[in-house]
């Protein structure tokens, strides 16, 4: 299931290189302030959830924005039959798609 939200965007990390044992990794790293869960009434405020998106490159993009900024995002809920997660599908600074609506 796929829908958009806006997000505050924290802060990026472009990770690249290569494990000890020879594996390749490659990914952006995208930290989302996120509403902590005050169901219970012992919490309350906001903490930081890290998303993946796409690879190391994907960072070039927003390295020139000021953070954090505000996002217009897609994300998924995927699951594997047990367990469900969220991912993040892609990223528009909420200030480049309105000059985008202009032109």
């Known amino acids: ?3 958009n939200t806006q997000v505050k965007v924290l802060g990026m990390k472009a990770n690249k290189g290569t ?3 020879g594996q390749g990794y490659d990914s952006t790293k995208v930290y989302v302030e996120t509403a902590l869960d005050d169901s219970k009434g012992n919490a309350k405020g906001f903490a930081v ?3 993946t998106l796409g690879l190391s490159e994907e960072f070039s993009k927003y390295k020139h924005l000021p953070f954090p ?3 217009d ?3 998924e809920i995927v699951t ?3 367990a469900q997660k ?3 599908v892609e990223l528009k600074p909420v200030e480049m ?3 985008a609506k202009v032109a």
């Open 86 to 88: 969220t991912q993040l």
């Open 19 to 21: 494990m000890d044992n």
């Open 80 to 82: 594997t039959g047990k």
């Open 73 to 75: 995002a897609t994300v």
């Open 69 to 71: 900024f505000l996002a």
């Open 97 to 99: 798609a309105k000059q």
């Open 1 to 3: 299931m796929k829908f």
């Open 49 to 51: 959830a890290e998303y």
